[in-house]
């Protein structure tokens, strides 16, 4: 089965693994990579693949189930909800509108002025922009 490689797990961010998949994997139903119907690679071979403990697998796969993400399809696996699409949106916006206001806070608390923080934004904005891969840039299968 062709799956595209779209997971990027970085082990000192700290975010737990597990938490890492699952924010991955909304990230990519919400950008139409995962669509609904499609089936999740299997917790082996998603661990070979990353070089994960299969447990921590299995837990960020019991967490999308309890989130309503994907469902199990008895002697299938799991595969993408309908009904995560709008979910996982919500979700994606929340999770990053979180980081930004913690950053920003941070900013501010430090003393620098809104203007100046606005002007570091759109400085990062433009430098990163077109350079970093999305979840629907990255091409690969597992």
Not at 90 to 114: F, K, N, Y
Request: charged share 20%; proline share 3%.
């Amino acid at each position: 089965m062709g799956w595209v490689m779209f997971f990027s797990i970085d082990p000192s961010n700290g975010v737990a693994i597990y938490e890492q998949i699952v924010r991955q994997v909304k990230f990519a139903v919400a950008d139409g990579v995962l669509v609904p119907g499609q089936l999740l690679p299997s917790v082996r071979t998603l661990a070979m693949k990353l070089a994960i403990n299969p447990n921590t697998i299995a837990k960020a796969f019991q967490q999308l189930q309890s989130d309503g993400v994907v469902d199990s399809l008895r002697g299938r696996g799991l595969a993408v909800r309908a009904e995560a699409v709008e979910t996982c949106r919500i979700v994606r916006r929340t999770i990053l509108e979180d980081r930004l206001r913690s950053a920003i806070a941070e900013a501010l608390h430090g003393g620098l002025a809104a203007k100046e923080i606005k002007r570091l934004v759109l400085d990062q904005i433009a430098s990163l922009d077109g350079q970093v891969a999305t979840v629907s840039s990255e091409e690969g299968s597992l």
